[in-house]
């Protein structure tokens, strides 16, 4: 093989750019760099390499490679799979963002180059002489070169590798032959040994091939390819069949309706304000070359129509993961939480989605806690009422329970929920009548007013001509809550020139809840935390519109907002997905955090999307940096709800 051509070494402009997005404060690969270059140049390593032949990859970057290498503790393997997913290596290797690497073979064989010509110790002299010259280090003495140590400590590296492998291979022929004794004769060390610590750059793949722990590792590995495969599902083929089908793309083109989308979806989930200049860019990151005003044009009826579509198609993929431990929610076969919330649009929307107050769109959205699950999620006129939407009536099995706020409250609806065997908790609805077991009305406030406790409960018969049986729980609200509460309902009359009776004004002072668990399954004090777990959806609409800016943006144009809206709400659901892996649906675990990774990788996700393999991989990075993290602080002061629930249930 021959010396590479001379090439100028400089790290390319969108490489830098996504760099400098994704660590602001630098990074010590990106100081590296800006402080030493490359450190090599391609003709120090002339006498390795013959005249003629064909040119070889570019030593300097295989001995930075090297370098890296050895500075993390990498194999071979992972540290090609880090030239090929880390924009940290590509920066100092001086890589554009679409390079794919090289097989992890050329290092060996690089090595091998080295210690053929006697040129071990050239790396190290080199590194050594720079830092002389930068005053890092001092002259003390003779310096002593160690790169046989270096080359021995990876080839250890490699054969343990190597050894892990081959008895990973034999575990799993094993278990597949024989699984019964496989079961019998093996402990929860084999797997830690021989399972996704002994590969780490396939270490979900190593979690598959476990057959006997095949509980948890298989179910999330089940996970990673569900979603990797409803991703180019909805992103790929099934997007560019839909795109002719609808009349977006009518003839061949550069810009697919694969492309179109990927394109939208990923700029818009790594940035909710991205800009026309940004979503041409993330157009090129899958492949696609256009302008910002090409991209402009395309942003019509027909597209909005074709996203609506890919939009329906990814809420058709429900995805879920295995339920978190938590000693509340836990009882239940399910947790499924309703709600909705309202995005107002331009008036010139008005034949799309209608309104109350000019077009408005109602996103409904049913989420079940246990498994994180958006088990559906509706598309609604903002003026079509909650108990009108297909989430009223949406089925709860047997044993779940069903968390709603007042707009889905309706007697009819919780008597169906009572018949078929599905727990429901709610808040009261003022002025709705309540008697006692022998029929007669009970008067609420003179009941709280009489009771000194701070939880009150007592079974009730609710409603005046259809009777749900259900049991009133009642909880005193701090003095502090109870202020909040009044200024509320003053701007309430004030908006709606109403005055509020002063049983209205008494009530303030308690939450006050309804449900058919009895107290076997949860007392009145877990009752009032379950009704605080069902913020959690609340907290999910919070997240649309601040990481995705579902309900902002940067046009005029009608039509564009339309198309913006059904993408980034596509955004919001593969985001989702992607938060499962990390197991962001328990309770203690903040959904704001996880994004913050999620929008990191969003461009690297698009780019891998076609390359099955590395997305499950990517998938798999982004899961184990979620599930690391990301975990709410517990407070004294203001305890968040998860360890409210561990100090009841302890």
Known sequence: MSLPSRIEYRVPEETARVAWEIFPEGHLYMQWYETFGTLFEDRDFAAL????????????????????????????????????????????LCLELTDTGFHYSVLSEFRGRLVKNGAEGQIFNRVLELCRAKGLIRKRGLQRSDSTEVVAAIRTLNRLELVGETLRAALNALAVAAPEWTREHT??????????????????????????????????????????????????????EKACDIGFVQRQRKVSGSSFVQSLVFGWLANGASRMEELSQSSSNVGVSISRQGLHQRFTPEAAQFLKAVLCKSIEQVIGTQTPPDPLLERFAGVYVIDTTIISLPDALLEYWGGCNGSEIKIGVCWELLSGALVAVELLDGRVHDQHSGLQTLPVPPGAVRLADLGFFKLSELQRLSDEQAGWVTRYKGKTQLYDGEGQAIDLLQVLLATGDEIVEFP?????????????????????????????????????????????????????????????????????????????????FKLWKSTVDIDDWRTQNPTRILCELYTKLIACIIQHWLLLVGGIHALDKSMT??????????????????????????????????????????????????????????
């Open 460 to 540: 009730v018969e609710v409603g005046t001509t259809q009777r749900v049986r259900a049991r009133l729980v009642a909880q005193r609200v701090p003095e502090e809550q109870v202020q909040q509460r009044r200024e509320q309902l003053s701007r309430w009359e004030s908006r709606k020139q109403k005055t509020a009776s002063p049983e209205r004004w008494a009530l303030l002072a308690w939450s006050i809840y309804l449900t058919n668990l009895d107290a076997t399954r949860a007392s009145g004090a877990e009752i009032m935390l379950m009704a605080r777990v069902r913020w959690q959806i609340e907290l999910l």
């Open 593 to 650: 955090q996880a994004t913050i990774p999620i929008q990191h990788y969003a461009w690297t996700l698009a780019y891998s999307l076609m390359r099955h393999d590395l997305l499950i991989d990517l998938i798999t990075h982004i899961g184990r940096i979620l599930g690391d993290t990301c975990h709410i602080s517990t407070s004294r002061s203001s305890m968040p709800t998860y360890q409210r629930i561990q100090h009841l249930c302890a």
């Open 49 to 92: 390499f013959s005249a003629e032949g064909q040119p070889a990859l570019s030593p300097m970057r295989v001995c930075l490679v090297l370098l890296l290498q050895f500075a993390e503790g990498l194999s071979d393997r992972q540290a090609a799979e880090a030239v090929r997913t880390r924009i940290d290596w590509k920066y100092l």
């Open 187 to 240: 402990t929860s060390e084999w797997v830690d040994r021989y399972g996704p610590h002994s590969c780490q750059v396939k270490e979900m793949r190593c979690y598959a091939y476990m057959i006997f722990d095949n509980t948890k590792a298989e179910h999330l590995m089940s996970m990673v390819n569900q979603i990797a495969k409803a991703m180019q599902v909805v992103l790929g083929e099934w997007a560019d």
